[in-house]
């Protein structure tokens, strides 16, 4: 079966616009995370969302926000855009198993941030 | 807050020898802990997972890992190591963080260079 899809995979922004990254979980998973990796801080979980809802946040701004569609799909948005915020941004899907279950991840949106 | 921390920033080995490299988690209650990895230009894909039961748990090619719950580590171990093992490989902790929600936590990876 097809696996994590994110769009766009390579996109360049400048300081204060901002940006929206779209996830397609696997078929029938329906929790969506994100992470952000940078070579200085590894991978940072950003959220969770399960059934449209967001059940976890981690330590990022209020400029960092997600959604969750009916169909499972994601989006992501970062608003005005900041050079730190130069990052691979990740994706992962789950059947969401309470006892934390394998994560499934994408290839990743690689912002660069001018 | 968990945090998870591994050893060594960069790894090299030559082909044939063996591997072991270090995880160390912070956290007080149960956790699900895994070993992910990122071959290069490919996404991260799961090497193991550990949940409960035998703490020895074993991997895709020829992996496995020792969960040590007095120690908090959980360090992954290949006997013998091949070119094609050449990657960057992540820790990750799960502890649950409320009404059926997780998230995972990692560490900040460690590159393992095989040379032929």
């Known amino acids: 079966k097809a696996g994590v899809t994110q769009t766009p995979r390579y996109l360049i922004k400048t300081r204060g616009q901002q940006v929206t990254l779209s996830c397609s979980p696997i078929s029938g998973h329906r929790s969506v995370s994100w992470y952000q990796q940078t070579p200085g801080q590894g991978l940072q979980f950003l959220f969770e969302y399960f059934s449209e809802t967001q059940r976890n946040k981690g330590n990022f701004p209020g400029r960092f926000s997600g959604r969750q569609f009916s169909n499972s799909r994601s989006e992501m948005n970062v608003s005005t855009l900041e050079l730190g915020d130069s990052a691979l941004y990740l994706c992962?899907?789950?059947?969401?198993?309470?006892?934390?279950?394998?994560?499934?991840f994408g290839e990743g949106s690689r912002l660069t941030v001018l | 807050a968990q945090s998870v921390s591994q050893h060594n920033h960069h790894v090299i080995l030559s082909e044939a020898a063996s591997l072991e490299l270090g995880c160390n988690y912070s956290?007080?209650?149960?956790?699900?802990l895994f070993w992910y990895v990122q071959y290069p230009g490919q996404h991260l894909q799961l090497l193991l997972k550990?949940?409960?039961?035998?703490?020895l748990v074993k991997g895709i090619k020829g992996f496995e890992a020792e969960f040590i719950k007095s120690k908090f580590s959980f360090n992954l171990r290949k006997p013998s190591v091949q070119w094609s093992d050449t990657a960057e490989y992540f820790c990750?902790?799960?502890?649950?963080?409320?009404?059926?929600?997780?998230?995972?936590?990692f560490g900040k990876g460690t590159k393992l260079s095989v040379i032929p």
């Open positions: 992962a899907s789950s059947l969401a198993d309470r006892r934390g279950g394998e994560l499934f």
């Open positions: 956290y007080g209650g149960t956790v699900n």
């Open positions: 550990y949940f409960s039961g035998d703490p």
């Open positions: 990750a902790v799960n502890a649950a963080s409320g009404a059926g929600s997780y998230q995972l936590t």
